[in-house]
């Protein structure tokens, strides 16, 4: 059974490493489509091409966010219905888009009212990408790990591009649609340029975070059961921690009904990355850990209170639900059944 619910675990694991790799993939086929679709070469060198803004720029920012709730997932396989609202706003501008471009005349468009309107409506664009930006980079930036971890420092990196290329949009919308002041200097090219910097970053994540995993197998055994999961070695830890620090200053562990569910809750950690945590870093399951602590609690109770304790009581005053299990857990960790050590304390 146990071993079910590991490759169960390593299952999902896979899972979540893949969603993490298919948006950084769609992001990264997105940037190049935008890139393409609006920068020229000419005589002149690298132009604007005098087209209708592309309303695939309103996916960046979602499928970033998506990207953020497979790095801090928790145990959900699927997606909320609200997380295809946020698809909304690109369905929408998709529409105006192809009513704009088969309404507008190629020799003059600016002459035709859809195309004007929907050119002058790009500030959506930087609501979308600083909103989105700003939420993941505060968010990523608050969850603490002893070091941060490859996935951590690239979802920063990703959501400082945004934020700068929403930045040259509010410059050149408060320039060209606000203040009416043309100096020359077509800004589109700088946002498009982030934008290529963006995949660079991506390219990077895919060849970097990769050799880094295989050095990381070497340099700790553990970390094996990582390499393909959303969770690292750095996060882990940092979760091993918290939950030895809550056995050690509580009494959690004498409570029967005591369940990997209930423990998850309890500690806000996802169900899935627990029963990693106690197979690869304790290197014991669940009923084995708390079962420690059990008997731990046993033995300095039969010391305290020499033979007035009954093997019995003994076992449900320490969280056991029967005698049986609580002498073989007795007898695995101190060699004794409860009896032959009592008689020895007495």
């Not at 087209?51 to 996916?59: A, D, E, G, S």
């Not at 969770?231 to 004498?254: G, H």
């Not at 409570?255 to 996802?270: G, K, M, W």
Request: with cysteine; hydrophobic share 45%; charged share 15%.
């Amino acid at each position: 059974m146990l071993n079910i619910t590991h490759s169960r675990s390593n299952s999902f694991s896979y899972r979540l490493i893949n969603d993490f790799n298919l948006i950084t993939v769609l992001i990264f086929i997105l940037g190049f489509i935008n890139i393409f679709y609006k920068i020229r070469w000419t005589n002149n060198g690298l132009e604007s091409a005098v087209n209708l803004w592309n309303p695939t720029w309103l996916l960046f920012g979602p499928l970033l966010l998506y990207a953020y709730g497979v790095f801090v997932r928790k145990g959900k396989t699927g997606k909320k219905k609200i997380d295809y609202l946020h698809l909304l706003p690109f369905f929408i501008f998709s529409i105006f888009y192809l009513i704009a471009l088969l309404d507008t005349k190629t020799n003059d468009p600016w002459q035709n009212v859809f195309f004007t309107y929907y050119q002058n409506s790009f500030f959506v664009i930087f609501i979308s990408l600083l909103s989105y930006a700003f939420y993941i980079l505060v968010r990523t930036q608050r969850i603490h790990a002893p070091k941060r971890q490859a996935t951590q420092m690239f979802l920063i990196t990703m959501s400082t591009i945004y934020i700068l290329t929403g930045m040259i949009i509010v410059i050149m919308f408060l320039a060209w649609g606000i203040v009416k002041v043309d100096i020359g200097i077509d800004y589109r090219l700088f946002s498009y340029s982030l934008l290529f910097f963006a995949n660079i970053a991506i390219a990077w994540y895919w060849i970097f975070v990769n050799k880094e995993s295989s050095a990381s197998k070497i340099e700790h055994p553990a970390h094996k059961s990582y390499r393909n999961s959303a969770l690292d070695e750095a996060l882990a830890n940092s979760y091993k921690n918290r939950i030895t620090k809550f056995f050690e200053t509580s009494t959690v562990y004498l409570e029967p009904n005591l369940s990997l569910d209930s423990l998850a809750n309890e500690l806000d950690i996802p169900r899935h990355y627990l029963s990693q945590l106690f197979n690869v870093f304790f290197k014991k399951n669940f009923h084995a850990f708390v079962a420690d602590y059990r008997i731990s609690y046993a033995i300095k109770l039969l010391d305290d209170n020499h033979n007035r304790l009954t093997i019995e009581s003994l076992a449900y005053s320490c969280g056991f639900n029967s005698k049986t299990s609580f002498n073989r857990y007795f007898k695995d960790k101190t060699g004794l059944t409860p009896s032959a050590y009592q008689l020895q304390v007495a």
